[in-house]
Nanobody, 114 residues
Framework: QLPLVESGGGLVQPGGSLRLSCAARGSFFRGYTMAWYRQAPGKERELVADITNGGITNYADSVKGRFTISRDNAKNTVTLQMNSLIFEDTAVYYC????????WGQGTQVTVSS
C-alpha cells in the first residue's frame, strides 16, 4: 500500500475551486514538513506549497494568494484549498515530504477548462 493517498481532483472551470486531500497511512509524517507538488504534461514536477509541522507555510509565486495548505496531524491529513483556478493549474497533484520523501502516490488530476 502506498503511504500517501491523494484525492479531490476533478474538472473545474476557470475561477473555480477545488479542495485536495492527502491521507497518510499512519502518523509517520508528523514532525516533517509536508508539501504539495504538481506535474503538468511535458513539464517537471514542481513544488506548489509546503507546511512545517508547526504550521508555517510557503507557496510558489504562481499560486500565492490563491492556494492554502493546511495539515491535521491528528487525522494524518494534508489539505490544499485551491481558489481562483486558472488554466495553468492543470496538472496531476501529489503530496509528499519536502526534505524527507516517501513513495510517491498516484496523485490526483486537476483539470481547469471552460
Amino acid at each position: 500500500q502506498l503511504p500517501l493517498v491523494e484525492s479531490g481532483g476533478g474538472l473545474v472551470q476557470p475561477g473555480g475551486s477545488l479542495r485536495l486531500s492527502c491521507a497518510a497511512r499512519g502518523s509517520f509524517f508528523r514532525g516533517y514538513t509536508m508539501a504539495w507538488y504538481r506535474q503538468a504534461p511535458g513539464k517537471e514536477r514542481e513544488l506548489v506549497a509546503d507546511i512545517t509541522n508547526g504550521g508555517i507555510t510557503n507557496y510558489a509565486d504562481s499560486v500565492k494568494g490563491r492556494f492554502t495548505i493546511s495539515r491535521d496531524n491528528a487525522k494524518n491529513t494534508v489539505t490544499l484549498q485551491m481558489n481562483s483556478l486558472i488554466f495553468e493549474d492543470t496538472a496531476v497533484y501529489y503530496c509528499n515530504g519536502k526534505t524527507r520523501f516517501w513513495s510517491w502516490g498516484q496523485g490526483t488530476q486537476v483539470t481547469v477548462s471552460s
